[in-house]
């Protein structure tokens, strides 16, 4: 791995000789210039010298006509949040150095998070027994429940979601229509209703009486920019009381390219967790290179931020049964690039997922053998990613937000994490919290203060961390608490922290506190996460530094060294980036 060395700059010496009656004063030291923070693609086309950059800044209107008018600037589009402008480098320098920028970021381009391409999904995460009301629980299906969609549009004269779209929205430009293949494929996991013929009748989404606003933002061609997303989820945010938007599915992501605090999709993601919307979004399918190995640090954008649900992807085997579940090979990794986050927060059946084809789409045509039966409105196709995890979970989200209306964003990740059943294997930069638990989210949700055990294909399930709800009336509102001394959680005190006294499985205690910060378990398995983490054993243990961009890891044949730049990974003997 080559090194990369930083240029020294010499400062001159500069003084004044002057009467020898006179002191000789050294100069003051000249202050450092302004320098807003750059994505990592927009500190490449600086390096080049680009000719035409689409840049994101921030700020209302008439702070980015100041902007443009100031640098004779171009503004390409408008956004609610601020403004794409269109760029040379030399600008891109001026505008680096203007006081009123913090941080620029590019406006990249966005793909679709779909790979390669015995329907199992939903009886593996319990989510037919919600359907038949399970353990005293009512039927649950979604109903009342909207779910933003945010990808390629949805055929909406498919007959899985012909009743289910309530509103539709074009960024692109076009009728909102799925030439794609890719979002009617994840809206019909969410909320597709049963086939209408025999051999498609096994097939329904998730939360099959949730509805769907269809916000078009990827080209026929499966991709878009990041401007556009951005647009699409502060449009939710904004209509989300007239359509009751309770979640916001993402089944997309970009390379990161700068801290989440800096990432302007980051950014919208945290204004819709903070206007009470759940949103979930794909992890991303780079968790092996083409040679094979596997890619940690492989996370995408918005599934960086911590206030997204982020989804990797189960390889389910073809059986509801879960002791044979695998993580997925091509499901991203964390932690993230930069912040170092630990990512995904949970993973769910991802791999061959029979969904809507959508007819006469970019997949349907290019991939002729991923049809699995029906024909025309009635088509249906498999194809595997973390896009159709994260679709799977978002469904799983509407089925507990009809059990528990009142339930905040926060309360939603946490009852689904710590019900999760934990994936040893792959570690919480596998699969996070574990393998989603419909089931056992909506057990937990539903019935303060008793005990309850899970059944999934004749398999009893362990959760990650026993975890009950309390009623608002009982203890403060959107709290957990777990009742015996020896496993207890409150959820709540500080909006979204833990205190945990006991876990099943990983150690004796987890603080998570006020910001990101985690103080998790044994001396054999434990997190310390805030400027520093200490985790694990000798075999697989993580030393994350105070500069909070170091990591050292496990032993030499399973080792990463991140290093101080954040944007390199030694693996073994393999460098990847």
Not at 247 to 266: E, F, K, T
């Amino acid at each position: 791995m080559a090194n990369v060395t930083r240029s020294q700059r010499r400062l001159p010496f500069v003084g004044a000789l002057v009467a020898a009656s006179c002191f000789l004063w050294p100069a003051a030291p000249a202050a450092a210039p302004h320098r807003a923070r750059l994505s990592a693609d927009l500190a490449d086309h600086l390096s080049a010298g680009s000719q035409t950059i689409d840049v994101i800044v921030h700020g209302d209107k008439a702070t980015v006509d100041a902007i443009a008018t100031r640098y004779n600037l171009k503004v390409k589009r408008y956004l609610q949040s601020g403004a794409v402008l269109r760029v040379n480098a030399g600008q891109l320098a001026a505008l680096q150095q203007d006081e009123a920028l913090d941080h620029l970021s590019g406006d990249i381009r966005i793909q679709s998070a779909v790979t390669e391409v015995a329907e199992v999904t939903a009886e593996s995460i319990g989510a037919d027994q919600l359907w038949a009301g399970a353990d005293g629980l009512p039927p649950l299906t979604g109903e009342g429940m909207t779910v933003a969609v945010i990808d390629s549009g949805i055929d909406t004269r498919h007959d899985a979601l012909r009743q289910r779209v309530i509103a539709t929205k074009d960024f692109t430009g076009g009728d909102g229509g799925d030439r794609f293949g890719h979002g009617t494929h994840v809206a019909s996991l969410i909320a597709g209703q049963i086939g209408t013929t025999t051999d498609t009748l096994g097939y329904r989404g998730i939360a099959s009486g949730a509805y769907l606003v269809n916000l078009r933002v990827l080209g026929d061609d499966g991709s878009g920019t990041a401007s556009d997303v951005i647009e699409a989820i502060d449009w939710a945010i904004g209509h989300r009381r007239q359509y009751r938007i309770r979640v916001i599915n993402l089944s997309l992501g970009a390379p990161v390219l700068q801290p989440y605090r800096d990432d302007p999709l980051c950014e919208a993601v945290e204004r819709a967790v903070h206007a009470g919307l759940v949103v979930v979004v794909a992890a991303g399918n780079y968790g092996r290179s083409a040679d094979g190995q596997t890619v940690l640090g492989s996370i995408t954008s918005p599934g960086n931020s911590p206030r997204a649900v982020t989804v990797g992807a189960i390889d389910a085997h073809e059986t509801a049964k879960r002791s044979d579940d695998t993580l997925a090979l091509y499901s991203s990794r964390g932690p993230t690039r930069y912040d170092l986050v630990l990512k995904p927060d949970m993973a769910a059946p991802g791999s061959r997922l029979v969904g809507a084809e959508a007819a006469d789409s970019y997949l349907s045509r290019t991939y002729p053998d991923r049809h699995v039966t029906g024909a025309d409105a009635n088509a249906y196709m498999q194809l595997s990613g973390t896009s159709m995890a994260a679709g799977v979970v978002s469904g799983a989200v509407a089925l507990l937000l009809e059990e528990r209306p009142t339930l905040s964003p926060a309360d939603a990740k946490a009852a689904l994490q710590l019900t999760s059943t934990y994936m040893a294997s792959v570690g919480l930069v596998g699969a996070g919290a574990g393998s989603v638990n419909a089931l056992a989210a909506a057990e937990a949700v539903a019935s303060p203060w008793s005990t309850f055990s899970t059944s999934i294909a004749g398999e009893i399930q362990k959760p990650s961390g026993l975890v009950f709800l309390v009623k608002s009336d009982q203890v403060q509102a959107n709290s957990i608490v777990r009742g015996m001394a020896i496993d207890s959680i409150v959820w709540g005190t500080s909006h979204d922290s833990i205190v945990w006294n006991t876990s099943i499985v990983w150690g004796t205690s987890i603080v998570w506190g006020t910001s990101d910060s985690i103080v998790w378990g044994t001396s054999a398995d434990s997190i310390v996460w805030g400027t520093s983490i200490v985790w694990g054993t000798s075999t697989d243990s993580i030393v994350w530094g105070t500069a909070a961009d170091s990591i050292v890891w496990g032993t030499s044949s399973n080792s990463i060294v991140w290093g101080t730049g954040a944007n390199c990974i030694v693996w073994g003997t393999t460098v990847l980036q």
